[in-house]
């Protein structure tokens, strides 16, 4: 997978609505919020243009039986694919445009440290300037190795989302 960064791209808020309404559609009853995350939900904020998209759900095990209707609109179903209690769906194999983390609502844990992380980097700028640099550096770097781009990006990642989650709480 070719790892590509980009200056923010206003559209992509307009792609997470028009994708989340399709899901919508899908999961119907059994979606009770859905949250634009990740860095394309953050203005200013560069990013590689992947749609993160994170309903939140009644009921997780519900969710594998939508994998047939997630497949016609054009998702690959992952499973928890490493993460206990979520469902993740992939769109685009290699030129990957959307990516689903389904979570059931009383997993406060994942759900917090998702919007942590957003909210975060969308009140802290100089943090969000920080990460995204990285990102595009990484990039530049690692142009076609998705493994070592991640890997460059962890310990930011991981020492971000700790300062997100703690300012999340407070506030």
């Not at 939900?41 to 939140?56: E, R, Y």
């Not at 979520?86 to 959307?98: I, Q």
Request: hydrophobic share 35%.
């Amino acid at each position: 997978m070719k790892v590509e960064v980009r200056e923010h791209n206003e559209q992509w808020h307009q792609m997470f609505k028009d994708e989340s309404c399709r899901i919508n559609g899908l999961l119907g009853d059994e979606l009770v919020d859905i949250h634009h995350i990740g860095s394309t939900s953050v203005s200013g904020l560069k990013a590689k243009p992947i749609i993160d998209i994170m309903p939140i759900v009644k009921d997780i095990e519900k969710i594998d039986s939508f994998n047939k209707q997630m497949e016609e609109i054009g998702y690959e179903c992952m499973g928890e694919f490493g993460i206990k209690g979520r469902r993740y769906f992939r769109k685009g194999l290699d030129n990957r445009t959307h990516q689903i983390h389904v979570f059931q609502l009383d997993n406060k844990k994942d759900i917090n440290r998702h919007l942590a992380v957003r909210d975060y980097l969308r009140t802290h700028s100089e943090d969000a300037k920080m990460y995204g640099d990285l990102k595009e550096n990484l990039a530049q770097q690692f142009p076609n190795d998705i493994v070592s781009y991640a890997d460059g990006k962890e310990t930011f990642v991981k020492e971000l989302e700790q300062k997100a989650l703690i300012w999340y709480e407070i506030g």
